[in-house]
């Protein structure tokens, strides 16, 4: 029931983990009680100043099924990250608390998979609605992080898609409050 | 009317479109609050952050009320003869007796003061109207309750403290015959068992302290009532520093001295009595104000405190509570354990799979229209209308491709 199947066209693939400014594609999806209202982000969900940055405005950062994440690496993104509120202040109380745990779980699911290679390919941030600098230091770091790992394969069911699995430590994860 | 659509969600229908009148200023408001919260997060991680958890705190303190004041009560006499010795018998006799007095009297300020921040921090983060109306009331309820046992507290010392705010009360109730024929003398009466303050007297007080105590744990209920996992107890370093900030108190600051009521004030006036800025405050009000005048304003603040979720009002209720699509669901109850507003009950034999014991059903009323629900479902069953999962998996393969 995924419409997010992929298109098997070899040519076209070497650059499809690219954007259009020549980074890989990073997704985001980026709670509204969080940074959401600030003017940082684009109407079209690209993050000001980060072509290759976009985000999708969700009402809390437990509202995020992991299956979504999932669907993301499937269509070509190099990495994926949620915003939420810091860890305590959920607008909803446990939203980021639930996210967080379910994503932790997801990610060992997907790195077991070899759907991803790096554990650091999914990021946590959890940041207050007046954190601007935090917010664009913490996209800074995961997105030169996530330039620094081999594109990901193509998700198509083939013998090279196994990448290297290197378990280096995720910087970015969880990056909430410091900075 | 178009489909719904991601599209209508996002820009006017979010929950946190305040950008109009008086929306806007407390927008900035809670930017405000929030930066201050950024600046504690430098200083300690942001799980331990003590402003997360003013209620929390709020109930630590009340639970360290409970058996302080039982022990009180061991040695409390309530009549206007014995009070004032048996106060003093506990405090300067029985072992810890002043310390276990001190800790009922600085949980008690530092509960109405964390009630207070608590109520603050609610109404600035927009955490009070709509689906939260149930824990405002009955926060304000709470409120109201606090002030009273707090107030009570004091008379019950029978010292001339208590004697003059006896004195007061009495006389700002017997100000409203002129408003409300006899009622004021009635209730003055009532209060002081008698015309004036009698042996009967405490025993009303002492009612009228613990009457409205026991209350707080009914209302407790009701407040916790919408939340399923209600943040009750703080973790350990923010419930430590609690307990600890009170034990402090009572350690370094011991409980003031006080003459018994019988005692004829000294010439020089009441300079020499300490009020407690937290509970006598209308009663330090009453030479300015007069009687009606404070009691006008408590009703004023009160009035409008209990109609505040209402104004504004959030006018995205009801927009986008989730709805379960009842041949996928499973009867797994992921849902149910995830929803922090305790808002999807598993109802026993409604699903329209007969090999499904129970069904989801959201109650519209206690939704928050979070989504917490969406994200735990592993069977497509549960979503939001204006941001279904397949709008925002269509959105995620369109803004990759
Ligand atoms: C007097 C004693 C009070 C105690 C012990 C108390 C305790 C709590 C606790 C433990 C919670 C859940 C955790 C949290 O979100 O912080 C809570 C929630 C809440 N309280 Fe109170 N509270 C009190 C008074 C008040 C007052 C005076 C108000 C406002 C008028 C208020 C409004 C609320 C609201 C709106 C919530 C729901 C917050 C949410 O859903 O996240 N409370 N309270
Ligand atoms: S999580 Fe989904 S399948 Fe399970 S009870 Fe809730 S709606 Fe039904
Ligand atoms: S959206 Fe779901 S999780 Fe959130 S309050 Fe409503 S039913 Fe509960």
């Known amino acids: ?179 | 009317m178009a489909s719904p659509s991601l599209d209508r969600y996002d820009p006017d229908q979010a929950p946190t479109a305040r950008d109009k009148g008086f929306d806007k200023v407390l927008d900035g408001i809670h930017r405000g609050v929030v930066a201050v919260d950024r600046f504690i997060n430098r200083v300690i991680p942001e799980e331990f952050n003590p402003f997360y958890y003013l209620g929390g705190m709020t109930n630590v303190l009340w639970i360290l009320l409970v058996p302080t004041g039982i022990f009180l009560w061991f040695y409390y006499k309530p009549t206007t003869s014995d009070a004032f010795s048996s106060v003093n018998y506990l405090t300067a006799v029985v072992p810890f007796g002043g310390i276990i007095r001190g800790l009922h009297r600085y949980s008690g300020d530092g509960m109405i003061l964390m009630a207070i921040l608590h109520m603050l921090r609610n109404y600035f983060t927009d955490r009070y109207r709509g689906f939260r109306d149930v824990p405002w009331v009955s926060g304000v309820v709470l409120l109201l309750l606090t002030g009273l046992v707090g107030m009570t507290g004091y008379l019950l010392v029978w010292d001339q403290r208590a004697l003059i705010i006896t004195t007061a009360i009495v006389q700002a109730l017997q100000s409203l015959d002129g408003i409300v024929g006899g009622l004021g003398s009635f209730m003055a009466k009532a209060l002081l068992a008698g015309n004036e303050p009698n042996n009967l007297t405490l025993a009303r007080m002492f009612f009228l302290h613990v009457g409205p105590a026991v209350l707080i744990f009914f209302f407790l209920w009701v407040h916790y009532l919408r939340l399923h996992r209600p943040k009750i107890w703080p973790p350990m370093f923010v419930t430590l520093l609690t307990v600890g900030a009170v034990v402090l108190a009572a350690g370094i600051l011991p409980i003031e001295k006080t003459l018994a009521a019988g005692v004829p004030l000294a010439s020089d006036g009441s300079s020499s009595i300490v009020y407690d800025v937290f509970y006598l405050l209308p009663v330090l009000a009453l030479p300015n104000l007069g009687g009606a005048g404070v009691l006008a304003v408590l009703l004023l603040i009160f009035g409008i405190l209990f109609i505040v979720p209402w104004l504004p009002r959030k006018k995205h209720r009801y927009v986008n509570v989730a709805f379960v699509t009842p041949e996928n669901c499973t009867g797994c109850q992921l849902c149910a354990i995830d929803c922090p507003f305790d808002a999807i009950v598993m109802v026993e034999g409604a699903n329209p799979n007969p090999r499904n014991k129970e069904l989801a059903v959201v109650n519209d009323d206690k939704c928050a229209e979070c989504g917490i629900c969406v994200g735990a479902c592993p069977f497509h069953a549960i979503n939001l209308p204006l941001a279904g999962e397949d709008m925002i998996k269509d959105k995620v393969v369109a803004l990759l491709s």
């Open chain 1, 1 to 179: 029931m995924t419409q997010a199947t992929v298109s098997t066209d070899k040519l076209s693939t070497e650059n499809k983990h690219l954007s259009s400014n020549g980074k890989p594609k990073i997704i985001g999806f980026v709670c509204e009680w969080s940074l959401g209202r600030n003017d940082i982000i684009h109407e079209d969900g690209t993050v000001k100043g980060y072509e290759h940055i976009k985000t999708i405005k969700i009402p809390c950062s437990g509202f995020v099924k992991t299956e979504w994440v999932t669907v993301a690496f499937e269509n070509n993104a190099q990495g994926v990250f949620v915003l939420g509120c810091p860890l305590g202040d959920c607008h909803f109380n446990e939203g980021n608390f639930i996210i967080n745990e379910r994503l932790s779980q997801h990610v060992t699911r997907l790195t077991n998979r070899k759907t991803i290679d790096d554990a650091g390919r999914v990021a946590e941030l959890y940041l207050g609605v007046t954190a601007d600098t935090e917010f664009t230091q913490s996209l800074e770091d995961f997105s030169r992080y996530i330039e620094s790992l081999p594109p990901l394969a193509a998700p198509v069911k083939k013998a090279k898609g196994a990448a290297k699995p290197a378990s280096k430590a995720a910087p970015v994860a969880a990056a909430g409050g410091e900075a």
